[in-house]
């Protein structure tokens, strides 16, 4: 299935990713990967299959044990700063990574029924618990679901690419595309093609796995953090948390702007108007609020788009 | 008489020592700059399409123009449709898109129809040490005051229409072929209306991830402009502008008893015939391809991807069409090596081949209205253009560790920084 290559788990949400990455270049030599410095000296001798573009300074590294592959990560120094026996380890954020330990599907790339926890490549130190899914560090918080269930996470993949952009052949893949993985990389098709989303139970937890939205009272489903505000679902229903933990757009609304059922393209307004989300109420009227909660535009018949032969409702134009 | 005072200052600045240049570089950045309000056409019927609005929604206004944008910024059509410019200029008439364009320039509250100048005198401010800008600013005449009546800047108001579309790979790339029909099965999921079926393409990321590598976009810009020229200004002014009232509840009062104001703000309202945008052009290319090193998820790829291709646009439209042309100050000047360096680069165009023109503006008294005269050529430095392009130093992209272009004098005395330069053909 795959040749192999670079693994670029790099971190869409490591910010400084540039200088020390720079440092640390993949290499090929024979079949084995390793890296090198800017300036051509091996710092990581070609001993792994897969070594990605490094983040911050780390790189990641697997081996193949006979039965599949487990990965570590080895550091600009040529250090192995996590051991190569871990199942899938994910670069994360905050100078976190995520392991996982478990199985995994090597057809598929689906990781399912294991268990993960997070990793300080500081100190090594690590999470007090382990999880059944979870989600990235972002600003020193991520979302942690402890009860059992089937759902999967899927490596990322994508072509490798030749000097004109096009793929170089079906088995010439790069894992793990970006650098950190997303709460979405475990919503993927079941053997139908169908996309479920199975009800979890969510707690946002800070860089200590101290939670900080109610433990006692865990979201069904929950969304990535933009601008500072995640979706959130509780008993069928959906509002939004800030990065406080914080309900600020109350748990009540049918629907909300990037929550499952909702439209994709329903995003109207520019930043300026002070509206930062939509909501849907039972009557299928969306309104837009603002980073508080407060009715930026009052709720209006519309599903959230304008066709170029619309009158556009007065309350949807600042001007 | 005041009028004549500004006028005077402002005639000074074809002369301005080097010394104000200087201090004046970034409010002449403000001043010069065009005001552009872009939005796009989605395709929900499209492959990709909010994976794009996503990307489009995230990018900011180029940073040559000042953001001028209303809230609506994207509008759905038929990816079929053949007329689509006719029915955007449909659009734009129906929903009064100028006389809004217009009422932000002058801050209008919906509430109480009120204007004031403060955007206009923002963009517009010469030398805020030369006018008494806070005794004008809760006016019209603050307006005035700017001797052409912010003219030049609400004339250089544009909206750009980007309509942006995925290009299809399936022809001829068999890795993406795969990824595509599989997205192709989950897109339709998406409109089933089952709450417990994820709805987003991007929410597929692991299956978006996988083809994103090979993500490209047609993209085809419409250019219009506000017609705004002296007769529309002199019946705006004329006939709809009056102050915003103050906050204190006589004036309030006072403000909501009075029937001429009434019967402007109902004139305005009405108006559906003064304020017009005019087709300027459009230009319609496909993106590069993507470069991936420094690209960490799929959003920034399709962000860089569409970027890239808006700016690619605005660049070609901006070399088609002289009103559209940016004019940049100069940021330094080194007399002894005949060079001058400006915050302009690749991503507006700048090759080894371009040439620049040195401008000052002056007030011509005749038209009341500025002109530009040209006080010198440049040409680029091959060695020192700036890459600018969206994340290109995420790339490591030749250039991208400059900030600015270095440009050789090729003709004309005593340049300054603050002069303006233009590209010419």
Request: hydrophobic share 40%.
């Amino acid at each position: 299935m795959r040749k192999t290559v670079l693994i670029s788990c790099l971190g869409a949400l490591l910010c400084s990713a540039t200088a020390a990455a720079q440092t640390m270049i993949p290499f090929q030599s024979g079949k084995a990967w390793g890296y090198k410095d800017a300036q051509g000296k091996v710092i990581v001798e070609a001993r792994y299959a897969d070594a990605s573009q490094a983040v911050d300074g780390f790189g990641l590294v697997s081996l193949y044990d006979g039965s599949g592959y487990k990965w570590g990560v080895v550091g600009s120094d040529g250090r192995e700063v996590l051991p190569v026996e871990y199942d899938y380890v994910d670069m994360c954020n905050d100078g976190m990574v995520a392991v996982y330990t478990g199985p995994v599907d090597a057809e598929s790339l689906y990781m399912a029924g294991g268990q993960w926890k997070f990793i300080s490549l500081a100190d090594l130190s690590e999470s007090a618990g382990s999880y059944n899914l979870v989600g990235p560090y972002v600003d020193g918080l991520a979302w942690v679901n402890s009860k059992p269930t089937s759902m999967k996470r899927q490596m990322r993949v994508m072509p490798i690419l030749d000097k004109k952009g096009k793929p170089t052949g079906e088995e010439n893949i790069i894992f793990g595309v970006s650098a950190s993985f997303m709460l979405e990389d475990m919503i993927v098709p079941d053997d139908s093609g169908n996309v479920v989303l199975e009800d979890a139970e969510w707690v946002l937890i800070d860089r200590n796995g101290t939670a900080v939205t109610d433990a006692a009272s865990p979201y069904q489903a929950v969304g990535m953090f933009e601008n500072g505000l995640a979706w959130v679902k509780r008993d069928g229903l959906f509002g939004f948390v800030n990065t406080s933990g914080e309900e600020v757009i109350p748990v009540k609304y049918v629907t909300v702007q990037d929550a499952p059922g909702s439209h994709p393209a329903a995003l109207l307004l520019n930043p300026e108007t002070g509206a930062v989300r939509w909501v849907m109420n039972e009557a299928g009227q969306i309104a837009w609020l603002n980073e508080k909660g407060e009715v930026v535009i009052d709720f209006i018949d519309s599903d959230g788009r304008v066709s170029v032969f619309d009158t556009v409702d007065e309350n949807m134009w600042d001007y | 008489m005041k009028r004549i005072y500004i006028l005077s200052i402002l005639a000074l600045a074809a002369v301005l020592p080097q010394s104000m240049y200087a201090q004046d570089v970034d409010s002449a950045m403000s001043y010069r700059r065009s005001s552009l309000y872009s939005f796009m056409i989605s395709h929900p019927d499209k492959k990709m399409d909010s994976e794009i609005v996503g990307a489009f929604m995230a990018l900011e206004t180029p940073d040559k123009y000042n953001n001028h944008d209303l809230s609506v910024k994207c509008i759905t059509s038929d990816s079929n449709k053949e007329d689509l410019q006719l029915e955007v200029e449909e659009f734009f008439v129906r929903n009064e898109v100028a006389k809004r364009l217009v009422s932000k320039w002058f801050l209008r509250s919906k509430e109480t129809g009120g204007f004031e100048p403060s955007l206009v005198l923002d963009h517009g401010l010469y030398d805020a040490s030369a006018l008494d800008v806070e005794a004008a600013s809760q006016t019209k005449r603050g307006v005035d005051a700017l001797a052409d009546g912010g003219y030049e800047l609400i004339n250089n108001t544009f909206v750009i229409v980007n309509d942006i579309t995925y290009v299809d790979h399936e022809a001829n790339a068999d890795e993406a072929k795969k990824w595509l029909d599989g997205i192709g099965e989950v897109a339709k999921i998406f409109t089933g209306g089952d709450e417990n079926i994820v709805s987003s393409l991007a929410s597929i990321a692991s299956t978006v991830s996988s083809m994103i590598a090979g993500f490209a976009v047609n993209t085809t810009s419409y250019l219009y402009q506000l017609d705004w020229n002296d007769s529309v200004a002199n019946y705006f002014y004329d006939n709809y502008y009056y102050d915003k009232p103050a906050l204190d509840s006589a004036s309030q009062a006072s403000f909501h008893a009075d029937a001429e104001i009434a019967a402007r703000k109902a004139a305005f309202e009405a108006d559906d015939s003064t304020f017009r945008l005019k087709y300027v052009g459009s230009y319609k290319a496909r993106s590069d391809n993507p470069v991936l090193r420094g690209l960490y998820n799929p959003e920034d790829v399709f962000r860089k991807v569409c970027a890239r291709a808006i700016d690619k646009n605005v660049m070609n439209l901006q070399k088609n069409f002289d009103q559209f042309k940016v004019k940049i100050p100069i940021s330094s000047v080194d007399a002894e090596a005949k060079t001058v360096t400006a915050k302009i680069g690749m991503k507006e165009g700048v090759t080894a081949k371009s040439k620049y023109e040195i401008l000052v503006p002056v007030f011509d008294e005749a038209t009341g209205k500025f002109k530009y005269n040209r006080k010198g050529t440049l040409k680029p430095d091959p060695n020192k253009i700036w890459d600018n392009r969206y994340m290109a130093s995420d790339e490591q992209a030749v250039g991208s560790e400059l900030n600015a272009t270095t440009f050789k004098i090729t003709g004309g005395v005593g340049i300054l920084p603050g002069m303006l330069i233009r590209e010419i053909k």
